[in-house]
């Protein structure tokens, strides 16, 4: 590897860890700039996009968070990273009233991981969604098997537990 892709590589894990610090303290405006310092780095990074889109989410720029969140899944290729932004992009989504968007999001999501600690919370969202659209059954499907998800996973949990 080379001295110089060592010091990017570098300077990416800075600038990642500097936007969370802001982002856990609530400095919005300076974690962005950090992401977008990471990304500097690192185009290709997931997780700086993904952080990115959250935080414009909770600045209000939807749009913006949008279009973040749809340039992590463009740049990944890992399942989990994919997972966690089509759930982001869902949360968002959802935020914004695009229940149908949401639904489509949240569906990616599970197909990537649907064993996932967070499975049963996506279910239980997409149900919420459609119940949004007046689509009952499709709400009572989904809040059906979030229910028998969290089940089989508390029950796994359980048992590696003993």
Same mark, same amino acid.
């Given at each position: 590897?080379?001295? +110089?892709?060592?010091?990017? +590589?570098?300077? &990416?894990?800075?600038?990642?860890?500097?936007?969370?610090?802001?982002?856990?303290?609530? =400095?919005?405006?300076? =974690?962005?700039?950090? &992401?977008?310092?990471?990304?500097?780095?690192?185009?290709? =990074?997931? $997780?700086?996009?993904?952080?990115?889109g959250e935080v414009l989410k909770r600045l209000h720029r939807y749009e913006e968070a949008i279009a973040s969140y749809r340039k992590a899944l463009?740049?990944?290729? *890992?399942?989990?990273?994919?997972?966690?932004?089509? *759930?982001?992009?869902? =949360?968002?989504?959802?935020?914004? +009233?695009? &229940?149908?968007?949401?639904?489509?999001?949240? !569906?990616?999501?599970?197909?990537?991981?649907? *064993?996932?600690?967070?499975?049963?919370h996506i279910l239980e969202m997409e149900g919420i969604a459609w119940s949004r659209l007046n689509r $009952?059954?499709?709400?009572?499907?989904?809040?059906?098997?979030? $229910? $028998?998800?969290?089940? +089989?996973?508390?029950? !796994?949990?359980? !048992?590696? *537990?003993?």
């Amino acid at each position: 590897m080379s001295t +110089e892709h060592q010091e990017g +590589e570098q300077n &990416y894990e800075y600038w990642k860890r500097e936007g969370d610090r802001f982002r856990v303290a609530k =400095a919005y405006l300076e =974690a962005i700039a950090a &992401y977008e310092c990471a990304l500097l780095q690192k185009p290709t =990074a997931c $997780y700086a996009w993904q952080q990115r889109g959250e935080v414009l989410k909770r600045l209000h720029r939807y749009e913006e968070a949008i279009a973040s969140y749809r340039k992590a899944l463009e740049v990944s290729a *890992n399942p989990i990273a994919r997972y966690q932004a089509w *759930n982001g992009l869902g =949360a968002l989504f959802f935020t914004l +009233e695009r &229940y149908e968007e949401s639904i489509f999001a949240y !569906k990616q999501a599970l197909a990537l991981c649907p *064993n996932s600690m967070g499975s049963p919370h996506i279910l239980e969202m997409e149900g919420i969604a459609w119940s949004r659209l007046n689509r $009952y059954l499709e709400a009572r499907d989904c809040y059906e098997r979030a $229910y $028998y998800k969290a089940v +089989e996973i508390s029950d !796994k949990t359980a !048992k590696t *537990n003993n």
